[in-house]
């Protein structure tokens, strides 16, 4: 297919054109997408995702501004995804609460792109790796990945990320939320903003003793990934005017230098390719099945003296014949 091959060649070689295009294929689950990912592949795996998430309004937009502008004055190249999974809105659309962001629109070393549920959650996950991997095999060395709230498909979308931050504020601030949403689990930073708001210290603490005990309880042997030597740190951040927000670069660099030091990075990775493939499979073979289900084989078996029909029996063909297709 020589359009995917050319599609591939301008994204490697970072035109954002195509980048734009090929998120889109990614985004639509365009089967041509899939062409376009093998073909780029063997050019990722060296760019730092950062997975940032929290409730709405909790700043992360104006956090991640922030982060990008530290980012570029190091001159680094930045890709930002950022999922919302109640809108339905799409396409490269800013939402309302991105355009803190959009002061970057100008600068071509870092492109923003929102991505919008569009009614498939499960294909949310996906889309956005994928994503990631364009950015990635685009030349992008930084790339951040926005999501709102804390519910499950959020911390699907997280499995994505190296380093996950997870932004609370004092008013969204009770612990028990945390622990209930498996949050703990997955963030590598915490930040506590809105520092300017009464009970942000207290917040801080409480996490802090959290994130402590959580490390040396059995929950944290069973959780999904194993930390080594890193506790989570908590920062307290006032967005707004850009304060201790170098702090939370400096974290986020301590946390990427630990995970290639350790040989974390290598092994989450492969944990993260584990998972994907497991839902690949499922989704396929769901898909198969689906297929069988409503095809004529399914409608003559359910014939007859329907009393001494054996449901695990007709199962069981069903599953064969979606093996076979
Ligand atoms: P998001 O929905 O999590 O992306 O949050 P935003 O970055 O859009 O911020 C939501 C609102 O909180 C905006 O009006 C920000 O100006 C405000 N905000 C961000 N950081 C701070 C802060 O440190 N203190 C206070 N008081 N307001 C903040």
């Known amino acids: 297919m020589p359009a995917v091959s050319d599609l591939a060649r301008r994204l490697l070689l970072g ?8 998120i889109r294929l990614v985004e639509e689950r365009d089967p041509m997408a899939e062409g376009l990912l093998r073909r780029v592949l063997a050019h ?22 922030l982060i990008i502008e530290c980012w570029r004055r190091e001159n680094h190249r930045v890709g930002v995804i950022a999922v919302d999974p ?51 095999a685009s030349g992008r060395d930084r790339c951040l990945l926005e999501t709102v709230g804390v519910g499950q498909s959020e911390l699907e979308v997280m ?50 003793e959290m994130v402590h005990s959580a490390r040396f309880s059995a929950t944290s042997l069973h959780g999904r990934q194993s930390r080594g030597e890193w506790e989570p740190p908590v920062i307290l951040t006032q967005a707004v005017i850009g304060d201790h927000v170098d702090e939370l670069v400096d974290a986020i660099d301590r946390h990427r ?32 099945a689906r297929k069988v289900l409503h095809g004529e084989t399914m409608a003559a078996m359910l014939k007859g003296d329907l009393g001494s029909i054996d449901p695990y029996a007709i199962a069981n063909q069903i599953l064969e014949q979606g093996a076979e297709g």
């Open 257 to 288: 230098e630990m995970l290639s030091i350790t040989g974390e990075l290598v092994r989450r990775r492969a944990e993260q390719l584990r998972a994907e493939v497991e839902a690949i499979v499922v989704e396929r073979a769901a898909e198969r």
């Open 159 to 208: 499995q994505t990320a190296d380093t996950t931050i997870v932004v609370t504020t004092p008013s969204s601030g009770d612990a028990v939320q945390i622990i209930k949403a498996g949050i703990l689990e997955i963030a590598d930073v915490f930040v506590v903003n809105k520092a300017d708001q009464p009970g942000a210290p207290r917040v801080a603490k409480e996490l802090r």
């Open 86 to 136: 109640s809108s339905p809105f799409s396409g490269g659309a800013i939402l309302g609460d991105r355009i803190r962001m959009q002061r970057h629109s100008g600068d071509a070393d870092v492109y923003i792109r929102s991505m919008a549920a569009r009614g498939h959650l499960g294909g949310l996950a996906s889309a956005a790796r994928n994503a990631i991997r364009l950015l990635d």
């Open 15 to 22: 035109d954002v054109r195509a980048l734009a295009r090929g």
């Open 44 to 65: 990722t795996g060296s760019a730092h995702v950062v997975g940032i998430t929290g409730p709405p309004g909790s700043g992360k937009s104006t956090l991640c501004d």
